[in-house]
T-cell receptor, first 113, second 115 residues
Framework: DQQVKQNSPSLSVQEGRISILNCDYTNSMFDYFLWYKKYPAEGPTFLISISSIKDKNEDGRFTVFLNKSAKHLSLHIVPSQPGDSAVYFC????????????FGIGTKLQVIP | DAGVIQSPRHEVTEMGQEVTLRCKPISGHNSLFWYRQTMMRGLELLIY????????DSGMPEDRFSAKMPNASFSTLKIQPSEPRDSAVYFC?????????????FGEGSWLTVV
C-alpha cells in the first residue's frame, strides 16, 4: 500500500510557465516532507523540504506547499526551465523517528523549450 | 568531496546467479540505506544501517536478499539466487545522522538486469 502517492506519472510544461507537481500521503504520522529530483543515470538529489509546522517553504524558483488537513503537498516551479526536466520524487518521514523516508513513485517533468 | 560510490554501475546476469552490489558511503556519515527503484513501486527502502548495525530490514523482499556492513566505509547487498523480477536500479545512500530530516545522499545506482 503506497503511503506516498504521486498520481501523475508525467507532466509537460512550456518553458517559463509554472510547473505544479502534486503528492498525497495517507500516514498521519508523517510530519516532514521532502522533494528529490532525479536526472537519468544519476541518483536522486535533495531539492526542498517542509516541516508540518509550516504550510509553505520557498527556495528560489521552488516552493513547496503543505495542506495537512487534506494530506496533500505540492511543488511549484516558477518559471520552469528546460534544465528542470527530471523525475521528481515526493517523500515523507516521521521526524520523531529515524531516517525512514517513504518515497512516492515519482513524476516525470518535461519542460519544453 | 566524493559522494556515495556504488559498483558495479551495470550488471547483467542469468537467473539463478549470485549478485553482489557494493557501496562506499560518504566519509563521516553514520547512516546507510539500500533502496530499489522500479517503475511500479518507485523508490523502496530495503534496509537501513546505523553505525554499521542493521536497524530496519523490513523492506528486504525475501530471504534471497541479504545486506552487510562490515565497517563504516563499506556495505554490500547480495541477491542469491537472482530472479528476473529482481531487475531494477539499486541505490545506496548515506546520511550524516539517523534523524529524520537530514538530507539523504544517493549514489548513482547499480542497474541490475536478470535474464
Amino acid at each position: 500500500d503506497q503511503q506516498v502517492k504521486q498520481n501523475s506519472p508525467s507532466l509537460s510544461v512550456q518553458e517559463g510557465r509554472i510547473s505544479i507537481l502534486n503528492c498525497d500521503y495517507t500516514n498521519s504520522m508523517f510530519d516532514y516532507f521532502l522533494w528529490y529530483k532525479k536526472y537519468p543515470a544519476e541518483g536522486p538529489t535533495f531539492l526542498i523540504s517542509i516541516s508540518s509546522i509550516k504550510d509553505k517553504n520557498e527556495d528560489g524558483r521552488f516552493t513547496v506547499f503543505l495542506n495537512k488537513s487534506a494530506k496533500h503537498l505540492s511543488l511549484h516551479i516558477v518559471p520552469s526551465q528546460p534544465g528542470d526536466s527530471a523525475v521528481y520524487f515526493c517523500a515523507a518521514a516521521n521526524s520523531g523517528g529515524y531516517q525512514k523516508v517513504t518515497f512516492g513513485i515519482g513524476t516525470k517533468l518535461q519542460v519544453i523549450p | 568531496d566524493a559522494g556515495v560510490i556504488q559498483s558495479p554501475r551495470h550488471e547483467v546476469t542469468e537467473m539463478g546467479q549470485e549478485v553482489t552490489l557494493r557501496c562506499k558511503p560518504i566519509s563521516g556519515h553514520n547512516s546507510l540505506f539500500w533502496y530499489r527503484q522500479t517503475m511500479m513501486r518507485g523508490l523502496e527502502l530495503l534496509i537501513y544501517f546505523n553505525n554499521n548495525v542493521p536497524i530496519d530490514d523490513s523492506g528486504m523482499p525475501e530471504d534471497r536478499f541479504s545486506a552487510k556492513m562490515p565497517n563504516a566505509s563499506f556495505s554490500t547487498l547480495k541477491i542469491q539466487p537472482s530472479e528476473p523480477r529482481d531487475s531494477a536500479v539499486y541505490f545506496c545512500a548515506s546520511s550524516p545522522t539517523d534523524r529524520a530530516g537530514n538530507t539523504i545522499y544517493f549514489g548513482e545506482g547499480s542497474w541490475l538486469t536478470v535474464v
